[in-house]
């Protein structure tokens, strides 16, 4: 298994409080991503890393953003987190060529 | 925009049946395709990937897939269940170019296996 940890595992936070979620990688992998997976929706890409401070916007990216000062390390935050950030995040890494990407185990967390 | 249709939200097949997931997508260029496995609590564990070549792909657990670019489709088949298959498949498509993948995901189909 590709090694990649991300914590906390689970979160419960209230509604205007800043959260940041950590992946760690141990595979020196150039590109991160950040998914958030929702019923009825699958995963959805937040943000993505293409190599240290290196960052750019996916497919959901309002009210989140991210900071990589390391290969290892890409931080998600919630600046102001809202109840519709509820969900189950998960972090990716890939190289190029190749592409598939390797998933963590994925943090639940819970906006009240 | 790019997108990817998995019609079928809950599949259930008794063990030792075949099984196919459906997977059918929309993308302006040629694309990488994948298929990812979910059991619950866990996360994603990648079954297999096309990216040239052959259009039907072998991958782990006995899963195959085959690319059918007229129908734009990407169909997942196993010959023989088993109860371990219990979990939620999705298909994912990618662009094909060097960088990053920003991979677009269906709905996803959670398959149930009868005793």
């Known amino acids: 298994d590709a090694g990649i940890t991300q914590s906390p595992r689970h979160k419960v936070t209230e509604t205007g409080t800043p959260v940041t979620l950590r992946c760690h990688q141990t595979e020196n992998h150039r590109y991160m991503y950040w998914y958030r997976q929702d019923p009825g929706h699958g995963l959805r890409l937040i943000h993505y890393s293409y190599g240290v401070k290196d960052t750019d916007k996916g497919e959901v990216s309002d009210g989140y953003s991210v900071s990589r000062s390391k290969t290892e390390d890409f931080l998600l935050t919630l600046e102001s987190a809202t109840s519709s950030q509820t969900s189950v995040y998960f972090c990716?890494?890939?190289?190029?060529?190749?592409?598939?990407?390797?998933f963590g185990p994925g943090t639940r967390l819970t906006v009240l | 925009a790019q997108s990817v249709t998995q019609p079928d939200i809950h599949i259930t097949v008794s063990e030792g049946a075949s099984l196919e997931l459906r997977c059918n997508y929309s993308?302006?260029?040629?694309?990488?395709l994948f298929w990812y496995v979910q059991s619950p609590g866990q996360g994603l564990q990648l079954l297999l990937k096309?990216?040239?070549?052959?259009?039907l792909v072998q991958g782990i657990k006995g899963f195959e897939a085959e690319f059918k670019r007229s129908q734009s489709s990407f169909n997942l088949r196993k010959p023989s269940v088993h109860w371990s298959d219990a979990a939620e498949y999705f298909c994912a498509v990618g662009p094909a170019l060097q960088g990053a993948q920003k991979l677009v995901f269906g709905q996803g189909t959670r398959l149930t296996i009868n005793p």
């Open positions: 993308y302006g260029a040629t694309p990488y």
């Open positions: 096309y990216f040239s070549g052959d259009t």
């Open positions: 990716a890494i890939g190289s190029s060529p190749g592409n598939e990407q390797f």
